[in-house]
Each structure stands twice: as structure tokens, then as C-alpha cells.
């Protein structure tokens, strides 16, 4: 377990794997859909969530976390690329297989409300994967939803409410329940605290802990929220533009950032941590994030990286695994010196 | 954030897991066996009044219609050459018509023929539309293409001539007033279930259920249908109105329910010709067309409400 998760083990296969996953979005302009052009939203993004693991995947608004994890349980279709989830390569599997696969693979969402429908009970809602996946039948159903509900913090009582009915962080909690009802291995999580209060937030990710000890469960953490995240992570991927930038333990990243982009998203917390302050001395933010439709040349980042300089135009930096510390980042300034970011 | 918190729910935001401004053993709203249904039932009538009180006319007219030869005090056929026009009297308790026929026995007798054209288009065209709108909307592609330029076609012709075409095809019956009809009605209903089901495809909980692995069946039945009941009972119960006016167009035009069998449409038609010498003849057929209409319109508002669990409760 306490193997660098980015270097290759040998030993055990990660629970789920992705390598060089692509999305491409056709764009059409014009009566007839002819001068398309493509949204690049995930362009060859690699990652793996070692068993019983938490995986962070951070990153702005349209980076591509969200599309990432919707490719890696199948809920979009990917342009190219593998999943490997448990050693099986989940893009050849169909049908029955597929099926199956997906009830060891769930997702809790970002709207606790908006992720229920408003016109089924909760035993509906929490029961709906064990009668898709033909689990449990009738009162063995019952048994196992209120279990659920209290495994989460629920109870029976709440069984045949309606999810209008409970607080926000408790519809999350019934979000979780139906996650957990098929036994799953990895439960994507996007952005699933960010539309609860502080204090509820802390609470779920307490759930989620504990159910990740109790059950041993895999998480994809995806969160715009670096504390959070920071929270959660056991490993860390950074997305810009739909690429990873940077990847590796989850505490080496937050205490020392290599690429300059991890640099300014970890400036840009707010907070009192020395690290932050650290971080705010180096860097600062400018601009916006270009079109991903029409992605600057060579590094993506370059027209925002305070360091860019005339290589970073003309080509794109590789993600380069550092093999003393596993750690990985895709940045010119990297190449010479394989220890300490650019200064 | 350090310390665990299997506690947490009690502190959840703003309720508690026990809201103390609704009654905490909210009744259970599966709909499985047969008491259940009856306390559904129960239910509607103490929550919906207004829909309890349609429900009550709507059965008035179904038992009058059904029990007609019952009911009605004269042979509605019966022509009495020398009593035409008449107006109210105790023996003819709404008048005559032109024919000197009963107009009350008429209008009892009219109610079943109007009630099965009505209730059964707008029955058959909700299903279709709604089943074709809702393939259409959530699987989309070729099928989506399909299906709605065949709609396009029908809604292209202006209904009356289609009606009268289907009219003349079809021979002037009942039944074939009622396939005339869910032709041209149908597309309407499978615009609203289309529209409706491409805003519900897009919310999360559509997501959420693929994410379970629900297949698209599964999907379409048990999340997308529910939700949009409340636009397609509206527009059910404004179609209905329409039903019965536009079988009473087919009818004067000699086309719908073939004479002498009376339909309230026919009876409205009729009358027209004599609104001046004989009101009774236009305000009877008017007036119960008016109540049958304003008891289907009510209907339909409370089960809109009724089946939408946020409202109430």
C-alpha cells in the first residue's frame, strides 16, 4: 500500500486505470455542420487508483475533471484511450459484462438535490441499483436500503419520504446510500461537497472517510476545492485544459508544487497556511483560460505561465515521471534539473 | 474536520432528520396493492376537494350514460311531428327539438356517445403521443427523425381538412370519429412529451441513473415519464374540451356520429339553427358540454398536484 502509487509496483493491479483518455467534441458551425472544428476536453489523460485509495483530481472550471471521471465509468463514450478497471478492459465490455462492471463502479454527484428525482421515495432511489442489478428482492430489499440509510447516517423512518424532504446534506447522504448499495469497488465523487455548507461538507467527508475504512473503497475525488481535496487525497492529479499537469502524492504536491500552474491554484487559496503564503510570493495569476476549442501551441499554459519562455510556444512539455519520488509534471523548466520546481 | 462523525445527520443544515413543521410518518407512497391503491384514493379525495367534486360529476355522467335507458323518460329516436319546438313543460322536462324529439332523453342518451369519443381520444392520443414523444426525445437520432416528420406531415394539414378526409376514408362512425381524431391529436401531445422529455434527459438525476446502470427503458418508464405529468395532464384535460367541440364540427358537417344517434356536438350543432325559436335546443347540450369539460379541466389540476409529491403533504 505504501508504494508510490505513480510508479509501477508490479504487485497488485489498481483497482481502476486510465491510460491517455481523449474527448473530443466535434464543434459544427454552419448550416450543414461542415468547418468543424473539436473541443478538446480531455486530451490524453493517464492516472490509476491504487485499491482502498483516494485520488484527487483538481483543476478550474472546464478542465476536464468532470469528463474524465464520466469516461471512466463509461457515462460518456471516449474518443480514444483504455480503462482498465480491475485488470478488465471496461471499453471492450458490453452488455451483460458492462453491466456488471458498472454496479462495482458508482458515483456520487455535485447536486445533492438535482441527482434524486423529486418523484421517488428514498427507498426508490437507494433501492433503484439493487433491482437494476437484480440484487434483492422484496423485504431482503427493505432490510438492505435501511442498512444503507443507517450506514450513512440515515434511518428507516426516512424510508418512504421524498428527497424535497430532507436537508442538503442529507439528500447527499441518500446520494451516498444509493452508491453503496451494490458493493462497489471505486465511487467517483464530482465535486460532491461543493454545494453544501462548510460544516455539512466537513461532516460528509467524514462519512467518506469512514466508509472508505469500513468498506475499503476507491475514490476518484474530483473537487475545486483544494482543501478539500487536500483533505481527501491520498494521491493528487492536476488538470488544465484537459491534460494532467501534474501528478503525485497528495502532501508532496500541496508542500512543494513543480509545475507553475499547481503554483497558482495553490496561491490562490485562501487561508493562513505558510505553504499558501509560500506559493503567493512565487506566482501570479493572469489571464484567462484560452478556448479549448482552439489550444495555444505548445504548452497550453503558456499564455498565462508567469515563467513561459520561447520553447513553451512551439512545443508541448511530456508528463515526466520523476522515478525517485514518483512524482510527475509537465513543464520545460522540469526537464534539466528532475528535482525542484522553477524558481 | 479531524474527528469522525457518525453522528453527522443531527447536525445536517437546516432540518433535522425529523422536520417538525410536517408530520414526521409521511404515509407511504408505493403504489403496490390494492389497499394501497384505496388509501391513494382516500387520500385524493381529503387533499384534492375540488378534484374530488369533478370526480363526482364525471361519475354522474358516466352512470347517466351508462344507465341511459334507465334514466331517460322518452325514446330519444322518437319523433313527435306535432310537438316540435316545444319549450320546457313536465312532460318534456327540456323541450323539443325540431323533430319534436325529447331534448333530456336526447342529451342522456347524447352523453355516451360524446363520452367515448372524448374520453377515448384523448386516452389513446395521450399514450401514443406520449410514447412516441418520449422514444423520440430520449433516444434521439434516426428514430427522433422519423417520428417527428411524421408529425410534421400530419400537423402540416390543417386539422379540419385532415378530419374530413380521415371522415370521408373512414366512413361516418363512432369509431371512425375516433381515429380521425387521435390522428390529428396525437402530434400535440408528442410535442409536449418531446420537449419535456429533452429538459429531463439533461438533469442530474438522469445521469445519476445511468450511472447505476439503469437501462434506457428503465429510464424512460421510471424517471422521465413521472416527470412530466403535470404539463401532459393539462394539456389532457385542454384536449379534451377540444375533443368533444371538433367531434361536434365533424358531426354538423354530417361526417361524425351519423344522425339519428344524438352526440352532445350534433345536439349543439342542431340547435344552432334554431337558437331563436328554440334556445333550450343550443343552452341544454351547452351547458352539460360546459359542466363535462370544466369536470375533466378540474381533474386534471388535481391529479397534476396530487401526483406531485413535492406540493402538499
Redesign the interface.
Known amino acids: 500500500m505504501s508504494a508510490e502509487p505513480t510508479v509501477e509496483t508490479g504487485q497488485e493491479t489498481p483497482i481502476l486505470e486510465v491510460r491517455d483518455l481523449v474527448k473530443h467534441y466535434p464543434v459544427r458551425r454552419g448550416a450543414f455542420g461542415r468547418g468543424a472544428g473539436v473541443v478538446r476536453a480531455v486530451d490524453g489523460v493517464s492516472f490509476r487508483i491504487p485499491r482502498g485509495r483516494t485520488v484527487g483530481l483538481v483543476g478550474e472550471s472546464g478542465s476536464g475533471k468532470s469528463t474524465t471521471a464520466r469516461l471512466a465509468n463509461r457515462l460518456v463514450e471516449p474518443t480514444s484511450g483504455q480503462v482498465l478497471f480491475d485488470g478488465a478492459d471496461l471499453l471492450a465490455t458490453r452488455g451483460r459484462e458492462l453491466k456488471a462492471l458498472r454496479s462495482r463502479m458508482q458515483m456520487v454527484f455535485q447536486d445533492p438535490y438535482g441527482s434524486l428525482n423529486p418523484r421517488m421515495t428514498v427507498f426508490d432511489i437507494v433501492g433503484e441499483p439493487l433491482e437494476v442489478h437484480g440484487v434483492s428482492r422484496g423485504r431482503a430489499r427493505t432490510a438492505r436500503v435501511t442498512e444503507l440509510l443507517e450506514t450513512v447516517g440515515l434511518s428507516g423512518r426516512d424510508l418512504y419520504r421524498f428527497p424535497h424532504q430532507f436537508s442538503g446534506g442529507q439528500a447527499q447522504r441518500i446520494g451516498i446510500a444509493r452508491a453503496l448499495a451494490t458493493n462497489p469497488d471505486v465511487i467517483f465523487c464530482d465535486e460532491s461537497v461543493s454545494a453544501l455548507d462548510v460544516s455539512v461538507q466537513a461532516q460528509i467527508l467524514n462519512l467518506l472517510k469512514r466508509l472508505q475504512r469500513e468498506l475499503g473503497l476507491s475514490y476518484l475525488f474530483i473537487a475545486h476545492d483544494l482543501n478539500v481535496v487536500r483533505y481527501m487525497a491520498d494521491e493528487l492529479c492536476v488538470m488544465y485544459m484537459g491534460e494532467i499537469v501534474e501528478r503525485g502524492d497528495s502532501d508532496a504536491v500541496f508542500a512543494d508544487p513543480r509545475h507553475p500552474y499547481t503554483q497558482l491554484l495553490l496561491a490562490a487559496i485562501p487561508g493562513h497556511d505558510p505553504a499558501t503564503a509560500k506559493a503567493k510570493d512565487r506566482a501570479v495569476a493572469r489571464g484567462e483560460v484560452p478556448s479549448p476549442s482552439a489550444p495555444p501551441s505548445g504548452c497550453r499554459f503558456h499564455t498565462r505561465c508567469p515563467f513561459a519562455f520561447e520553447r513553451c510556444t512551439a512545443e508541448a512539455p511530456r508528463l515526466r515521471t520523476s522515478p525517485a519520488t514518483g512524482r510527475a509534471a509537465a513543464c520545460h523548466l522540469l526537464d534539466d534539473t528532475s528535482e525542484g520546481g522553477p524558481s | ?1 479531524s ?7 443531527r ?5 433535522s ?3 417538525p413543521d ?1 408530520p ?7 403504489r403496490r396493492s390494492l389497499a394501497e391503491w384505496r388509501a391513494g384514493f382516500t387520500r385524493f379525495l381529503r387533499t384534492e376537494p375540488l378534484g374530488a367534486v369533478s370526480l363526482v360529476l364525471i361519475a354522474l355522467v358516466v352512470l347517466v350514460a351508462v344507465f341511459a335507458p334507465l334514466v331517460a323518460p322518452h325514446d330519444p329516436l322518437l319523433q313527435n311531428r306535432t310537438r316540435i319546438t316545444e319549450g320546457p313543460s313536465a312532460q318534456f322536462l327540456l323541450g323539443t327539438d325540431d323533430l319534436g324529439r325529447d331534448v333530456l332523453s336526447r342529451l342522456i342518451y347524447g352523453a355516451r356517445s360524446s363520452m367515448l369519443i372524448a374520453v377515448l381520444t384523448t386516452a389513446i392520443s395521450l399514450v401514443l403521443g406520449t410514447v412516441f414523444g418520449v422514444v423520440s426525445g430520449y433516444l434521439g437520432r434516426t428514430r427522433d427523425l422519423l417520428i417527428q416528420r411524421v408529425m410534421d406531415t400530419i400537423q402540416s394539414v390543417p386539422p379540419l381538412v385532415l378530419l374530413l378526409f380521415m371522415a370521408v376514408v373512414l366512413t361516418p362512425s363512432i369509431h371512425g370519429t375516433i381515429i380521425a381524431l387521435v390522428i390529428v391529436i396525437t402530434p400535440s401531445f408528442n410535442r409536449v412529451a418531446r420537449a419535456e422529455t429533452l429538459r429531463i434527459k439533461e ?3 438522469i ?9 434506457a427503458l ?1 429510464i424512460m418508464t ?2 422521465v415519464l ?2 412530466m405529468m403535470a404539463p401532459l395532464l393539462t394539456m389532457a384535460s385542454l384536449l379534451f374540451a377540444g375533443v368533444i367541440i371538433a367531434e361536434s364540427a365533424l358531426s354538423f358537417l354530417g361526417i361524425g356520429t351519423p344522425p339519428p344517434t344524438p352526440s352532445w356536438g350534433l345536439m349543439l350543432s342542431e340547435g344552432v339553427r334554431y337558437v331563436e325559436m328554440a334556445p333550450w335546443m343550443v343552452i341544454a347540450p351547452g351547458v352539460v358540454l360546459s359542466l363535462a369539460v370544466f369536470a375533466f379541466n378540474l381533474l386534471g389540476d388535481a391529479l397534476r398536484d396530487f ?4 406540493l402538499h403533504r
Open positions: 474536520m474527528s469522525d462523525v457518525s453522528t453527522g445527520a447536525h445536517d443544515g437546516q432540518a432528520p425529523e422536520p410536517r414526521a410518518a409521511a404515509p407511504p407512497a408505493r438533469e442530474p438525476y445521469e445519476a441513473a445511468r450511472a447505476t446502470g439503469a437501462g428503465r421510471r424517471h413521472p416527470n401526483l406531485d409529491p413535492r
